[in-house]
């Protein structure tokens, strides 16, 4: 198997980018680059998609990676669902402070 330096990997990741726009697929980040490496690997003109074991593993990297970035998204905003930014004043300076909701509710006494 030969070794691909740097410049090859990145003119391999270009010829998949319009191997994708060509055929309408989508291949995520890791798959896209461990499919790069491959095809500089194995020279020739054709593009090859090889369903090997790393292959898989890098899409299924993907997929987790996908599943992460959404948790994030929804945790991000759920914490903006569940703060607010108000605006008080402390030994004489007014300021805008984020408050947790449930917080403030049970300091005013509500439900």
């Known amino acids: 198997m030969l070794q691909a330096s740097e410049g090859q990997i990145w003119e391999g990741m270009r010829g998949m980018q319009c191997h994708q726009q060509e055929a309408?697929?989508?291949?995520?980040?890791?798959?896209?680059?461990?499919?790069?490496v491959v095809n500089v690997r194995n020279p020739g003109n054709d593009i090859i998609i090889s369903q090997?074991?790393?292959?898989?593993?890098?899409?299924?990297?993907?997929?987790?990676?996908?599943?992460?970035?959404?948790?994030?998204?929804?945790?991000?905003?759920d914490a903006a669902v569940c703060s607010r930014t108000i605006h008080i004043q402390i030994r004489g300076h007014w300021m805008n402070v984020n408050v947790d909701l449930h917080s403030l509710r049970v300091a005013l006494g509500f439900p």
């Open 24 to 36: 309408g697929e989508t291949f995520r980040p890791i798959t896209l680059n461990h499919l790069s």
């Open 52 to 77: 090997d074991n790393t292959t898989q593993q890098a899409r299924a990297l993907d997929a987790t990676r996908a599943q992460l970035q959404e948790q994030q998204t929804a945790a991000e905003a």
